[in-house]
């Protein structure tokens, strides 16, 4: 009964949210069969909620005008997920959000009925989100709050920015699009004016972001979410071929990452790993990292470098480069 009566007020959110929805579209939305959308209906108009209904090709249901919810009442869970959700938005954007988010939690305090807000307490003992980001950001929040505030007001910004392997900086005026936390790292997406071009620049190689006076139009069908998923979709030219020892085996195993495949290589516990990379130096420093647990197999350039560089690592212990 908790999950109609979430549904239900599900359903009445949504016809308030827009004057007309068909049925099929209530039933996509809810993820259920436009039969029980119809029974849901019944259910509203036998509770007294005011709906509307229109038959024909551009019918559909709707509340009547003027119809507003109640002050929302939250579950448990769904002050929980609220709660946990300020306090991942703290974490992943530090001072730019704090306000806010210390804000909404102190608003749920003050709505929740003592014994919910006791509820909740519990669950969030119990429950726990680590620190998403790959690094303290705090370093950056300026920087993230200046871009922020580029892309809210559509003006241009220069960037001093080093590039990974880069020596020097470079200059580039960027139309910033949008900000995207992905992978552990904030990234900036944007038109730059240099190349004339779409790019990605990660922010902790953002030496400084001065905002321009400059302003630009953003496209209107841009999503930061599906551009970086599109434009970080790597080639990778190397296909790596590694044999793991049954001591570090099942440490592999329980990784369970999509990167790897992984095979069974024999009855003594070892197994061969196959990854594909853009890059061969982090390849040898991947497998030089299990020491002798590992054996690189393929491609032979891969098995040549890893193998240089273990002797050159051996020289400085053992041979004419020992101190």
Request: charged share 25%.
């Amino acid at each position: 009964m908790a999950n109609v009566a979430t549904r239900l007020l599900s359903l009445i959110m949504m016809l308030q949210s827009r004057p007309s929805w068909k049925a099929s579209e209530l039933a996509a939305e809810l993820n259920v069969s436009e039969r029980t959308v119809h029974r849901y209906i019944s259910m509203l108009d036998e509770m007294g909620i005011p709906l509307y209904s229109e038959r024909g090709r551009y019918g559909g249901f709707s509340l009547v005008r003027g119809y507003k919810l109640p002050p929302l009442v939250f579950t448990a869970d769904e002050a929980t997920v609220l709660y946990m959700g300020a306090n991942l938005v703290r974490d992943v954007w530090g001072h730019t959000y704090d306000d806010a988010a210390t804000a909404v939690t102190a608003k749920l305090d003050n709505v929740l009925p003592d014994d919910l807000r006791a509820e909740v307490g519990q669950l969030q003992q119990y429950l726990a989100v680590g620190r998403l980001a790959a690094r303290d950001y705090q370093p950056w929040e300026s920087t993230l709050h200046t871009l922020r505030q580029c892309i809210i007001d559509r003006h241009c910004v220069r960037l001093a920015y080093k590039g990974l392997g880069r020596q020097v900086e470079v200059e580039r005026i960027v139309e910033p699009y949008g900000l995207a936390f992905k992978w552990g790292q904030w990234y900036l997406a944007g038109f730059c004016q240099l190349r004339q071009d779409m790019r990605t620049f990660r922010v902790d190689r953002i030496r400084q972001a001065q905002p321009l006076k400059e302003r630009f139009t953003m496209p209107s069908d841009f999503d930061a979410r599906e551009y970086l998923q599109r434009a970080m979709q790597f080639e990778t030219p190397h296909r790596i071929a590694v044999r793991l020892d049954a001591r570090i085996a099942q440490s592999v195993r329980e990784w369970d990452s999509d990167w790897l495949e992984i095979t069974e290589d024999g009855d003594d516990g070892s197994i061969v790993v196959h990854f594909g990379t853009t890059n061969l130096d982090w390849a040898v420093g991947w497998v030089l990292s299990y020491g002798s647990a590992a054996q690189a197999l393929e491609p032979p350039e891969l098995v040549e470098r890893v193998s240089t560089t273990a002797e050159s690592v051996l020289q400085k212990y053992n041979g004419s480069d020992a101190r």
